[in-house]
């Protein structure tokens, strides 16, 4: 299922994240020899609507065109096919960024399979996974472990760092067992902003010598924790701003996004007699009412909470998740935690 090659096919960096498709037959890994030899791990369109990451790499390709690059680098160019379509992925597909973990026995988790095996025989320097949400978020970088390495490498992309280990069949995750790994969250698909940053990000990787051996000061990076996976209950009709639906969302609730929400802070409405939403924990304990209790159809929160990747789009909600509830990690915890 995995194609591999060694060059850039002619005609790839004309083609937009929709056009790829007529070049390339599927998921494919494209090794590039640079003047560093430990490779720079860079993957896009795990998400087939996500473009930023695809337009970021061509921009940065097209750069190199005619010189070396300043490092290796692999790339992944993930659902070629959901791309082509501008969906996140096609009917009867298992979500890419699900796969990772792998163990599963769909045809993506044997994809993921054949990467990974790829990577075993590379010497890798950092990896790099490039999304874009569908709610209003600030440009943030997730990691998936603690150490001063990921911190230094995700603090070169965004202040806002995210740290979490669910869902953990994320490629990222899996990632770790390879080099310092990072998911960027570039704002949301067609802004040149997110194209911007994610490029000057890549092109600074493609530098970098080492990371810095020094632990970052506290006051240079927001960490925070994502504690909780926030769902609606399936077979629940959602509505937004429409208070007798199953759930009903507020009209404008993306903009909670990355907002330290106090308790008694409105989430919502059912029209229902109980609570329409479930919280899953990293342990994949249920505890919702840790967070939520339903008052005459209002869903208030009940401790304070910052949530984010919440959206407007009910299709992403269903398929994958209405939002993330997040703490703030104070990084003098992290290194203590480290130092045990
Ligand atoms: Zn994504």
Redesign the pocket.
């Known amino acids: 299922m995995l194609n591999i090659l060694t060059e850039l096919p002619e005609g790839l960096l004309q083609c937009d994240a929709r056009q790829l498709i007529n070049i390339l037959p599927g998921p494919t890994l494209i090794q590039l020899e640079g003047k560093r030899n430990d490779v720079l791990f860079i993957s896009v369109l795990?998400?087939g609507n996500?473009i930023t990451g695809w337009e970021a790499l061509r921009s940065v390709l097209s750069h190199y065109r005619d010189k070396v690059l300043p490092r290796s680098v692999c790339l992944f160019i993930g659902n070629v096919a959901a791309a082509a379509e501008g969906q996140?992925c096609l009917p009867g597909q298992t979500d890419y960024?699900r796969i990772w973990k792998v163990d599963g026995l769909t045809a993506e988790h044997g994809l993921a399979r054949e990467v990974l095996a790829e990577l075993d025989a590379m010497q890798l320097f950092a990896a790099i996974d490039i999304?874009?949400?569908s709610g209003i978020n600030p440009h943030y970088a997730c990691i998936n472990r603690l150490d001063a390495d990921f911190l230094h490498l995700a603090r070169l992309f965004s202040r806002t760092l995210v740290y979490f280990i669910q869902p953990d069949e994320v490629m990222s995750l899996a990632l770790t067992a390879y080099c310092p790994s990072v998911t960027l969250e570039c704002g949301q698909p067609g802004e040149t902003i997110g194209v911007v940053h994610a490029r000057e990000f890549i092109d600074a990787c493609l530098h970098l010598s080492t990371f810095p051996a020094h632990a970052l000061p506290d006051k240079e990076i927001d960490l925070f924790h994502t504690v909780a996976t926030v769902r609606v209950k399936p077979g629940s009709r959602i509505g937004i701003a429409e208070r007798e639906a199953d759930f009903s969302l507020l009209a404008d609730m993306d903009k909670l996004n990355f907002t330290e929400l106090s308790a008694g802070s409105l989430f919502g409405w059912s029209g229902g007699e109980s609570l329409p939403l479930e919280a899953w924990d990293e342990q994949g304990e249920e505890i919702a009412r840790r967070y939520f209790a339903l008052d005459k159809g209002e869903i208030i929160t009940r401790i304070p909470v910052m949530p984010s990747m919440l959206s407007l789009d009910r299709e992403i909600i269903y398929q994958d998740c209405l939002c993330y509830l997040m703490e703030r990690l104070p990084l003098v915890q992290v290194q203590q935690k480290y130092a045990d």
Do not use: A, G
């Open positions: 795990l998400h996500e996140r960024n999304h874009n949400n």
